[in-house]
């Protein structure tokens, strides 16, 4: 699999703002991945978007997908301190048990009270 | 649960003296992977194991070690540490189509 790049590396907002953040990736996809990550604890898997689906909804995130751009978005509305984390992309180019995900530096979201 | 479980949580030890990060995980998953964490250079595959006795070599598999003698366990074994393989490790596992489950992490530090 490839290694997405996420965008911004650095987020700083106001409780109950939405919070925007992008993913590029190089080379056609099975699916895109999203993870978070609180300090120092390991990496939660939020949602998982096919390469035939444009958008997906999991309680306040929503995913979109753009394959002919290859990027993806996480948005996270009305965000909350606890928010406060570090979000991967993972593009994986093979549907399959054993899809080695590479992650990227991330973005590193803080929300303010 | 289902969840991964790695022990210890931290580890403080000495170059060269053997030691291993135990990994199971309860969802009879085929797919398990270590991962190692440092600042400025985010997470990177250290070995994976698509199966009972599968193993393969990551971006990193230099001084590490692993066996996948059951499905559920897969545990990190470093023979002979040194100070560069301090680091936060992880253990990770999935199944086809699902994302990944991972544990909640080993801080090693070799003094």
């Known amino acids: 699999s490839q290694q997405g790049e996420e965008d911004p590396q650095a987020l700083s907002i106001q409780e109950g703002e939405n919070a925007t953040m992008n993913c590029s990736y190089k080379?056609?996809?099975?699916?895109l991945q999203w993870y978070r990550q609180n300090s120092g604890r390991g990496l939660v898997h939020l949602i998982l978007?096919?390469?035939?689906?444009r958008e997906k909804h999991s309680g306040r995130l929503r995913v979109t997908l753009d394959t002919s751009k290859k990027s993806s978005s996480l948005l996270i509305t009305a965000s909350r301190a606890a928010d406060t984390a570090s979000y991967f992309c993972a593009p994986a180019t093979v549907d399959q048990a054993g899809t080695a995900l590479i992650f990227g530096k991330g973005t590193t979201l803080s929300v303010s009270s | 649960e289902a969840q991964v479980t790695q022990n210890p949580r931290y580890l403080i030890t000495v170059t060269g003296k053997k030691l291993t990060v135990t990994c199971s995980q309860n969802m009879n998953h085929e797919y398990m992977s270590w991962y190692r964490q440092d600042p400025g250079l985010g997470l990177r595959q250290i070995y994976y194991?698509?199966?009972?006795?599968?193993?393969d070599k990551g971006d990193v598999p230099e001084g590490y070690k692993v066996s996948r003698k059951e499905k559920r366990n897969f545990p990190l074994i470093l023979e002979s540490p040194s100070p560069n393989q301090t680091s936060l490790y992880f253990c990770a596992s999935s199944e086809r189509g699902r994302g990944y489950t991972f544990g909640s992490g080993t801080r090693l530090t070799v003094v």
């Open positions: 080379t056609s996809i099975n699916n």
């Open positions: 194991s698509m199966n009972v006795e599968v193993t």
């Open positions: 978007i096919r390469s035939n689906e």
